[in-house]
């Protein structure tokens, strides 16, 4: 190319150089930032009013938490009308059914009854509603770094059977043959959760994902800066994703044919080791399991430039994409106050689940339950069945979770 | 700020009898505690720069301007602040985003050719008026990615490495990038050398 042509491309943008913001931009920056106090203004009203409307709310609280014996927090699930939108064009707000319960088992799920078992429980027995019994979760009371992996009953959070104590355990991830996979010390450990036994150790791997067949293990190679999938049977390594330009992944997902992997997408200014500045460069990408070479290679172009403001993929059984969204920074973690549906065919967003302070979040085998961690003071797992919106506290999970998968 | 402002609002007891005058001054205090002086003060410093990138990016003046109003609405909403070295690359990069997402919504709702589909043909790009106008043309008919890169690197002047980070690509795709918007554009305004 020769540099005349440079030269002229860089001339063509002296117009772009020299223009100017318009007067009083800054003004109606302020008016936007103003815009969301605007239903507080609508809501000037009478103080009967205001006192009749505080009734209705608490008595309308109380009802539901005595409809649902006090340990369930109803979630509303709004419908949005126009995708784009940047305000979420709520509309409309409906309370989810709960689940009927059944004592139908889940293929995939592990068991409460294996040889091994440090704890026993003597709970009476749960009504299960088609959710596998355990929960693989990371433990980090303190914070500090030196956690624990443990096995939760999933319907009370009961800690069921330590399988690690006092190591450095990050990320866990369960295969369908009940293979946990876990990261420990920037390794990717396999353990078999029956005899306990260290099965295999997959050294700079990190957040690790088994795919739906358990035949692959996605992983972030973080000598390298590569998203990777392994053949677990041949030991062979493809590239997903090559070096992401400063960025690093968090979570990683499968969707439920294999065919996508989604990648949580962290800014440069905001790494899980730094755990400092703005989350909002955060977002969710979709990349093909097999690229034709080691460049991002999106799914759609509906999804070509990923979830902004999205973190923690799963993909649900009904075929949509689950991301937490509505970001902050919580101490060392990035949290979100929503849980957004999309929809993979269309690229638009299905609708919205208002929750708190929710991070990782985990698909079961089936796709029909979700977990999501919550973190902040009270760390503890919460639980929605992967259609609906309504979360479940799970009341004995012990304090400090930072991951859980099942 | 005194607490939390629709919990006073339902608080009777605490409401003097001007009440509209009292939620106006919550609402004040939100405000005040928002930081306006500080985001001000960034919006002075950067403000101006992120305009123009957004109107070379999108060659729309007004469309810029909501760039740019976007991107302080996210900075004034981040928890914490990027260091004043990394605030001019994080607004940058905001910025970037912010376009991407407007060209991906128009793809969406079928007001703009996704990328590399029904590009102008030579023929349109040289009936444009002048070589300015074909210059534009051209550029406009470049993927999305393509022409980002071109601006990133013939208007803010970045490598490809600055390139890279802002749009969180490899460097290696920065060069492809840069090397296919070259060779198109350089095709594409032959005719009118």
């Known amino acids: 190319m020769t540099s005349d042509f440079d030269d002229e491309l860089r001339a063509h943008f002296d117009v772009a150089r020299d223009a100017d913001l318009p007067a009083g931009s800054f003004d109606r920056l302020v008016d936007r930032l103003d815009a969301p106090l605007a239903p507080l203004r609508a809501r000037r009203m009478p103080k009967l009013l205001a006192l009749a409307a505080a009734i209705v709310l608490i008595a309308g609280v109380a009802a539901v938490a005595a409809a649902q014996g006090g340990g369930d927090h109803p979630q509303s699930v709004h419908s949005v009308d126009d995708p784009t939108s940047t305000t979420g064009a709520t509309t409309t707000s409906t309370t989810r059914p709960h689940h009927t319960t059944t004592t139908e088992r889940v293929p995939g799920s592990t068991t409460t009854t294996t040889p ?38 999933s319907s009370t959070g009961k800690v069921l059977r330590t399988l690690v104590a006092d190591q450095v355990v990050d990320d866990v991830d369960v295969a369908p043959d009940g293979t946990i996979y876990y990261e420990s010390d920037r390794s990717v450990v396999a353990l078999d959760p029956d005899s306990g036994e260290q099965l295999a150790t997959y050294p700079h791997m990190r957040s690790p994902e088994v795919s739906p067949h358990g035949s692959q293990l996605a992983s972030f190679d973080h000598v390298l800066g590569t998203v990777s999938r392994l053949e677990l049977a041949s030991r062979q390594r493809k590239n997903i994703l090559g070096d992401m330009g400063g960025n690093v992944p968090g979570q990683l997902a499968w969707s439920r044919d294999g065919g996508i992997l989604a990648i949580e997408d962290v800014g440069p200014f905001e790494s899980p080791d730094q755990g400092d500045g703005p989350p909002s460069l955060r977002r969710v990408i979709l990349t093909d399991p097999n690229p034709y070479d080691d460049q991002i290679d999106m799914i759609d172009e509906s999804f070509a430039h990923g979830i902004d403001d999205a973190a923690s993929p799963v993909f649900p059984a009904d075929g949509s994409l689950l991301v937490v969204s509505d970001l902050s920074q919580d101490g060392r ?69 930072i991951a859980a998968a099942w | ?87 001019r690359a994080y607004l940058r990069r905001i910025v970037v985003n912010l376009v991407r997402d407007h060209h991906r919504r128009q793809v969406v709702a079928g007001r703009s050719r996704p990328e590399g589909e029904d590009a102008p043909s030579a023929e349109a790009v040289a009936d444009a008026a002048d070589r300015s106008a074909a210059v534009d043309a051209a550029i406009a008919a470049l993927s999305h990615r393509q022409r ?45 050398r």
């Open chain 1, 116 to 153: 091994g078992t440090t704890t026993s429980t003597t709970e009476p027995t749960v009504e299960r509603d088609g959710r596998p019994d355990t929960i693989a979760a990371v433990v980090d009371p303190d914070g500090d770094g030196a956690g624990s992996l443990v096995v939760l009953d």
């Open chain 1, 333 to 401: 973690h990035v949290v979100g106050d929503r849980m957004d549906a999309w929809d993979l065919a269309s690229g638009q967003k299905l609708g919205e689940v208002s929750v708190s302070d929710v991070s990782g979040l985990d698909a079961s085998a089936d796709g029909q339950w979700v977990i999501a961690t919550r973190e902040g003071k009270r760390p503890h797992v919460v639980m929605t069945p992967a259609a609906a919106g309504d979360l479940q506290d799970l009341s004995r999970a012990p304090e400090g979770i």
């Open chain 2, 1 to 87: 700020m005194t607490g939390d402002p629709v919990t006073e609002m339902f608080d009777v007891s605490r409401q003097p009898s001007g009440e509209v005058a009292r939620l106006d001054a919550v609402i004040a205090d939100v405000g005040d505690e928002t930081g306006l002086d500080r985001l001000r003060e960034v919006y002075e410093r950067h403000a101006r720069d992120l305009f123009r990138l957004g109107f070379a990016l999108t060659g729309d003046r007004d469309l810029a301007e909501d760039l740019v109003h976007d991107a302080f609405v996210r900075l004034h909403r981040a928890p914490t602040e990027p260091s004043a070295e990394a605030m």
């Open chain 2, 148 to 192: 980002i890169c071109i601006v990133l690197h013939y208007f803010e002047g970045l490598t490809d490495a600055e390139i890279a980070d802002a749009i969180g690509i490899s460097v290696g795709s920065v060069k492809t990038h840069l090397h296919r918007a070259r060779a198109t554009l350089a095709r594409r305004l032959e005719g009118l």
